[in-house]
């Protein structure tokens, strides 16, 4: 069992497929949930963000949209892309945006001041 937390930063250096590549298990047995992040509507970056991944990771262009002299990026869409690539046979979650959900999220983002939010991993 693992936990992982990857931006964008940390999907271009390869957080995700490193993780995968330490568990004990093969990749295809594994299950991958994406908890709450800024969604693809609402994260925009400049081009510095997507040459990184262009460089590396060619086929996970279509994370990216065009927004004026801006990018609008699909975090959710480049870390399936990721766990695909590692193997990973089972991938869910990833439908929370914590930028648009002001009920239930906080985001430095959208409010400077906020409070903290905690995901938890076990097993039953």
């Known amino acids: 069992m693992a936990a992982a937390h990857a931006g964008w930063r940390g999907l271009a250096v390869g957080v995700l497929e ?4 330490a568990m004990r298990s093969p990749a295809s047995e594994l299950l991958a949930w994406m908890g709450p992040a800024i969604g693809p509507k609402a994260y925009q970056v400049g081009g510095e963000v997507k040459a990184a991944f262009a460089q590396q990771q060619a086929e996970g262009a279509g994370a990216f949209e065009a927004d004026g002299e801006r990018w609008l990026f699909d975090l959710y869409a ?8 590692a193997g990973v046979g089972h991938i869910s ?3 929370c945006c914590t930028f648009s959900d002001a009920q239930r999220f906080f985001s430095y983002r959208r409010e400077a001041v906020t409070g903290r939010m905690a995901s938890v991993v076990w097993l039953r």
């Open 93 to 95: 979650g990833g439908g």
């Open 18 to 21: 490193n993780t995968v590549a």
């Open 78 to 85: 480049m870390a399936r892309h990721c766990l695909r690539r």
